[in-house]
């Protein structure tokens, strides 16, 4: 697939949290980034003369810029650091060596200690994190002190060496620190119960902790220990605003590959994430097109084995959000709640914001596609027989029954078509009835085209439910019409979209094309009426009394207005005062107009 040009590529960049990579002509990794908002921190590159000379290097290499869209700055932090570590880009300084992020282990033994680390061994010990901050991890670590006595020697306390009277209890225990297990003073199960209490609060479950932090508080704000009160204040503020998870990176979830599809009516997209040790070390989004319309469940078994393959991926399990065949070598799961789950919905989000960038460059580069695309997505949600090349759009506009008009509006190729804008003064009916306005300007719009011999639309929308549209069809009746042009009627409330002879409306989705169009049609039409129903309605203020008088004409109503300001002034007016304005002989006329008795 040709790669956009970077112009069209900055363009199409989203506005989320997450990594950008530059690329140079050959493919090759040139830089790796984090971002708050993705689109701003790499168009800043662009926008700006650069003080550094190998940042300005770097600019005029970048061929390429591909991103994957994380939760927050938290997980693009640490994704980044797992990409540095793994491609070793050439302009990244930073990150290059090896440090790690510290984690919290709780060690695979008989009354497990608890301690920070940056290595992960694997001896079955469990570890929790990455944590950004070492200040966060010893927050935590006081918290588990301060609730649990916990041992920190490295003795193996086996149950015979503790029996044998192998240790003696040290100056922890003296101080209150510890309960000596080593000389058998604290069961094994109460030491195990108080691990499992503390691998929640590392989970993020601090509700219980919180509280009894907040005790804690209290009670040293009642004995006068305000220093001590407030360095729990701290710490309670502190694990507040922890979060305590990343879906990015999990230690339970390694050697794995994840895939997700999304599709529409001509093109599927297939995005894969590999993790390894708990990280995601890989993010690549393919474009599939359909050949003979494949199902979503088709596309990614084609796109797991294709993927695999280019990648030589060796991870004996994959994650995807429904069941796939791809061959019995490989332990297939479906993740239906917890970290994997978000894990998938993280790929399933990459795979939109690819394929939303697809469109908009779509939009820049290749507009005829992009509008095929449209017009075949909305035959089939709207259930019509041809494309909707060319669309009108009724509504009507009048207030209390006075000075009615209605509006049409023109789209074609799913764009306005202005100059095909129609405006109608409803001319057949008196007071409020929007049923019978439809019904006029309907018949008066397509008998016009009928006669001009102009080309009939493929869809008529009104502005309303079954009742207008009921009135729209008698009118096409009449013409001859019904059958050859589909009409359907929108309500407001909930979006529906009504049929001719079908009671029940057609709901479509929120985030589909099809009804934002729709919606920007019945927008647009109630826009352009409103628009003509006001200065029609401006006009008509005018006219109710001084264009009424005989020979005064519009421009000197204008200028009377000017003057005074309002219809009361004037006809308040000396004949002095209006002589100064439209000169004596007309200042006579209106004079008399309103001073004849």
Not at 171 to 191: A, M, S
Not at 375 to 404: W, Y
Not at 485 to 500: D, H, N, Q, S, T
Request: proline fraction near 4%.
């Amino acid at each position: 697939m040709e790669i956009p040009s970077l112009e069209v590529q900055l363009k199409t960049l989203p506005d989320s949290p997450g990594v950008y990579q530059y690329y140079d002509k050959n493919g090759k990794i040139l830089y790796v980034g984090k971002a708050i908002n993705l689109k701003k921190r790499v168009t800043s590159y662009f926008n700006k003369k650069h003080d550094s000379h190998r940042i300005g290097v770097m600019v005029k290499k970048i061929h390429e810029i591909k991103h994957i869209v994380v939760d927050s700055e938290t997980d693009a932090l640490l994704l980044e650091n797992n990409l540095i570590k793994k491609l070793q880009p050439r302009f990244n300084v930073m990150l290059k060596d090896d440090k790690t992020y510290p984690w919290i282990c709780i060690k695979n033994e008989r009354f497990p200690r608890v301690f920070p680390t940056r290595r992960l061994i694997k001896d079955g010990s469990e570890y929790f994190g990455p944590f950004t901050s070492f200040k966060t991890v010893n927050t935590l670590l006081d918290l588990i002190k301060g609730l649990y006595k916990l041992r920190t020697c490295n003795y193996d306390l086996a149950e015979d060496k503790i029996r044998n009277d192998k240790y003696k209890v040290c100056l922890e225990y003296h101080l209150g620190n510890c309960k000596g297990p080593c000389e058998g003073y604290q069961p094994e199960e109460e030491y195990n119960r108080n691990v499992e209490h503390i691998r929640q609060i590392v989970k993020g479950n601090f509700k219980d902790s919180l509280h009894q932090f907040k005790e804690q508080m209290k009670a040293y704000a009642e004995k006068m220990e305000f220093e001590d009160a407030q360095r729990i204040k701290d710490k309670i503020a502190v694990l507040e605003n922890y979060q305590a998870k990343s879906t990015v990176v999990n230690p339970k979830i390694n050697n794995v590959d994840v895939f997700s599809v999304t599709s529409d009516e001509g093109y599927g997209y297939v995005n894969f994430l590999q993790l390894m040790h708990g990280s995601i070390i890989r993010s690549h989004t393919i474009e599939m097109k359909k050949k003979l319309d494949e199902s979503d469940t088709e596309l990614l078994e084609l796109a797991i084995t294709e993927i695999r393959q280019r990648f030589n991926s060796r991870s004996p399990e994959i994650y995807v959000p429904f069941k796939v065949n791809v061959g019995g070598n490989v332990k297939v799961t479906i993740p239906k709640l917890g970290d994997k789950r978000k894990i998938i919905e993280l790929s399933e989000r990459n795979a939109k914001y690819y394929r939303q960038e697809r469109f908009k460059q779509m939009k820049i580069v290749d507009p005829d596609r992009h509008v095929n695309r449209i017009m075949a997505q909305m035959k089939e949600d709207l259930r019509l027989s041809v494309e909707p090349r060319h669309i009108e759009c009724f509504d009507n506009s009048n207030i209390q029954g006075t000075n009615p008009v209605a509006a049409c509006v023109v789209f074609k190729n799913g764009k306005p078509s202005k100059k095909d804008y129609r405006k109608f003064n409803i001319k057949t009916v008196e007071g409020p009835n929007d049923f019978a306005s439809m019904e006029e300007v309907v018949y008066r719009r397509y008998k016009r085209l009928l006669d001009e011999g102009q080309d009939l639309p493929q869809l008529i929308i009104v502005d309303g439910g079954k009742g207008q549209l009921s009135s729209g069809l008698k009118a096409l009746e009449t013409l001859g019409l019904r059958g050859k042009i589909a009409i359907v009627g929108i309500a407001k409330r909930l979006e529906e979209i009504y049929y001719p002879g079908d009671p029940i409306p057609l709901y479509l989705d929120k985030k589909t094309e099809s009804l934002k169009i729709i919606q920007y049609l019945r927008n647009e039409a109630h826009r352009f009426g409103i628009t003509f129903h006001r200065n029609k309605r401006s006009k008509s203020a005018l006219n109710t009394d001084l264009e009424s008088i005989k020979g005064i004409g519009e421009k000197t109503v204008v200028e009377l207005l000017k003057s005074f300001r309002s219809l009361k002034r004037i006809k308040e007016a000396s004949l002095d005062a209006l002589t100064e304005v439209v000169g004596h002989s007309k200042a006579t006329i209106i004079y008399s107009y309103y001073h004849s008795d």
